[in-house]
Nanobody
Framework: VQLQASGGGLVQAGLSLRLSCAVS????????MGWFRQAPGKEREFVAR????????YYADSVKGRFTISRDNAKNTVYLQMNSVKPEDTAVYYC????????????????WGQGTLVTVSS
């Protein structure tokens, strides 16, 4: 199983960035997908999750209204559109795959990507 996250980089505050995560080695459409992030010196935290068919999404309060998670089951890819980014969004962003019961805990996700670094400058 491989989850390959991409799209990170340096971005100015207020602008946008789109992360992608290409998944292989599992039946993508059967897995709930999530995005997490980890800032330096902090624990990994939940950002967003999406149901298997994309019909349901859920966000951390800190990103609600600014970030959008989506998925394309035909391409085995999950996305995170990040708008109006803030310096506090700076972190390594990880995509993760979990079963249909996965919610917001890192323990509920079975497979993880390697992470992509997002740095937001003020």
């Amino acid at each position: 199983v491989q989850l390959q996250a991409s799209g990170g980089g340096l971005v100015q505050a207020g602008l946008s960035l789109r992360l992608s995560c290409a998944v292989s080695g599992l039946t993508f459409s059967r897995y709930k997908m999530g995005w997490f992030r980890q800032a330096p010196g902090k624990e990994r935290e939940f950002v967003a999750r999406i149901s298997t068919n994309g019909g349901n999404t859920y966000y951390a309060d800190s990103v609600k209204g600014r970030f959008t998670i989506s998925r394309d089951n035909a391409k085995n890819t999950v996305y995170l559109q990040m708008n109006s980014v803030k310096p506090e969004d700076t972190a390594v962003y990880y995509c993760a795959a979990g079963n249909i019961y996965a919610r917001s805990s890192v323990l509920e996700y079975d497979y993880w990507g390697q992470g992509t670094l997002v740095t937001v400058s003020s």
